[in-house]
């Protein structure tokens, strides 16, 4: 990327006398107009970052964004675990059971307010700090496993590797994770922030999915799912 911006400057410097010559001492405007358009390529690539946006940037972006839910779990005294579902509009949702927990909601249907009904279940609905970025065109059409490390991994820099293995329940090993989110309640409700992105991105891809457990090992992290299908 350094060498291309080298080039950069260098078409700059050429661009500017190659422009002011074609136009005042030679009288070409096809010169100067391409004089022009090199300059504005030179300037373009000169303006263009190095770099994307640092991967510690985004994750204290979503780490920023569990404070306000945690506040409305806090308000609402809401702490039973939630359900993450795709709804027809392609987002991901978090469907918090509000009295017995009788499983995710059958219909996979868009959300119309906070509250859903299904014969006698009642659901707060929430909207998971990753529901947007799991939309992004670089994962669309990936395994689970490689969309996983694409945005744990290589985007966010949550952790150093991941495995993920399925024997009815999806189990995603995360090595050496890097997130430390101490909100209680959002973690009792949508899982650590590791655990509710790898529960975004199943359910966007099967339908309902709960973050069933989360064990802690030496230099690891294993994250359990369990999944229901949805057509």
């Given at each position: 990327m350094e060498k291309l911006?080298?080039?950069?400057?260098?078409?700059?410097?050429?661009?500017?006398p190659f422009t002011i010559a074609s136009y005042i001492i030679l009288s070409n405007i096809p010169l100067t107009a391409l004089g022009i358009g090199l300059m504005i390529l030179a300037s373009s690539?000169?303006?263009t970052p190095l770099e994307s946006i640092p991967p510690r940037a985004i994750r204290a972006?979503?780490?920023?964004?569990?404070?306000?839910?945690?506040?409305?779990?806090?308000?609402?005294?809401?702490?039973?675990?939630?359900?993450y579902v795709r709804a027809d509009d392609g987002r991901v949702y978090l469907?918090?059971?509000?009295?017995?927990?009788?499983?995710?909601?059958?219909?996979?249907?868009?959300p119309s307010g906070l509250i859903h009904e299904e014969g006698d279940s009642r659901y707060l609905i929430l909207i998971p700090p990753a529901s947007e970025l799991i939309k992004i065109?670089?994962?669309s059409g990936?395994?689970?496993?490689?969309?996983?490390?694409?945005m744990l991994v290589d985007l966010m820099e949550v952790a150093d590797s991941i495995e993920?293995?399925?024997?009815?329940?999806?189990?995603?090993?995360l090595?050496?994770?890097?997130?430390?989110v101490t909100a209680g309640r959002f973690k009792s409700v949508f899982g650590s922030l590791e655990a509710s992105i790898a529960a975004c991105l199943t359910a966007n891809l099967i339908g309902a999915v709960k973050v069933s457990d989360e064990i802690l090992e030496e230099n690891s992290k294993v994250i359990i799912l369990e999944v229901w299908e949805h057509e």
């Open positions: 911006y080298i080039f950069a400057l260098g078409l700059l410097i050429f661009s500017i690539i000169l303006l972006m979503l780490e920023g964004s569990i404070l306000s839910l945690e506040a409305i779990l806090e308000e609402f005294d809401i702490s039973r675990r939630g359900y469907y918090v059971p509000l009295s017995e927990d009788g499983g995710p909601p059958t219909k996979r249907v868009e065109p670089e994962i990936m395994s689970l496993e490689s969309a996983l490390t694409y993920v293995m399925s024997d009815g329940f999806i189990t995603v090993r090595k050496n994770v890097k997130s430390h």
